[in-house]
């Protein structure tokens, strides 16, 4: 009898979805909803081919395909993916991708890409964004599957949306960078945490932190200094911790932050090679820095290039001064990879990653 109903149940479904009268948006909600896959740092966006091909889509590339701060060889700090509307439509895979930027001109009312945010935004808010030029974005969440973010980008002019472009930027970044951290998350501690370095770390720098379970406790005799490291056969990825005694607003200089990183690679960093150390590379590249905060700790961040001083070896690193309120203490962080031939964009989000993780 259960099988007798279970197979009318199912005939009426299949009948329901095929009826003339069954709307798209009812089927879709009969529909399995697949969960978005795609790569980290990659956005698709929709847009008219003759708008990517002019000045709009000139500024996006500028802006969203600028070199990642900083790394050996230059690596954008978005991959883009560019699809007309057609396009998109024409394999349904294209539209289970994790990030979408859709950007139009709203003032083109024969646009597929016009037509596409305005039926996902609404006309209300179409007319809106006509009067109050402030009201330029918007976004969407799980549109075609699980797990997808869509920003939306309009104007009504192409002048005004190359404004829009250049204004959103930093708020998009961010945005989509705190999109991809789920996918981070779950690709830097795949199998679990390290917990007996966390407490070791806990114990000897008063410093909680999320450790994968990968990382492992390099051997040196310094008990002021706890390295941590990561090794495949494609890449090294490394963190040091040290305290200082927070005695002037001075100690937190860029000159500073140098110092201290090359006097701990000058001590401890090498080479296979006799007489060889790390040491900070601000000639080819200049070493950036910026006052942020991780997890609330005022921090001064630097990131730039190092090299082996007699070898042929160099990397990029981040390296943070965070000021622990507790202690009246500095914490010195210096996360730097060593990844010959490999893309570093993405390992140094990683180790980044576990930097942020950071608690007193």
Known sequence: MKKIV???????????FLS??????????LRAIPTAFGNLNEIVVVMDADVWDGPVGDTLRYYYSSAYPLLPQPEPIFDLRHFTPVELSQDPLRKELRTYMIVSNLNDEDSPSTKMIVNDIGEEKARKAKEDKTYNS??????????????????????????VLKENFPAV??????????????????????????????ENMNVSMRLPSDYFRAPINDEEIIWMRRETDES??????KKI???????????NIIALRDSIGKQYVSSTLPGTYMQTNDVDLP??????????YYTLEARGIWEIVDDYMGGAFMSCLILNPNTNELL?????????????RNLMQYIEHVIRTIKF
């Open 6 to 16: 279970q197979a009318i149940f199912f005939t009426a479904m299949i009948v329901a």
């Open 20 to 29: 003339p009268g069954c709307t798209e948006e009812a089927r879709r909600g």
């Open 138 to 163: 918007a976004l969407g969440r799980d549109k075609w599957a699980k797990g997808q973010l869509l920003i939306y980008e309009f104007a009504y002019s192409e002048d005004e949306l190359i404004e």
């Open 173 to 202: 970044r961010k945005r989509v960078n705190q999109h991809d951290e789920i996918k981070v998350n779950a690709y830097v501690y795949l199998n679990g945490e390290n917990k007996r370095l966390e407490e070791e770390v806990k």
């Open 236 to 241: 090294s990825s490394n963190i040091i911790l």
């Open 245 to 255: 005694p927070y005695t002037d607003r001075s100690q937190l200089s860029k000159e």
């Open 287 to 296: 070493v950036l820095t910026d006052v942020t905060k991780i997890n609330g």
């Open 332 to 344: 010195f962080v210096d996360g730097f990879l060593h990844a010959p031939g490999e893309d570093k």
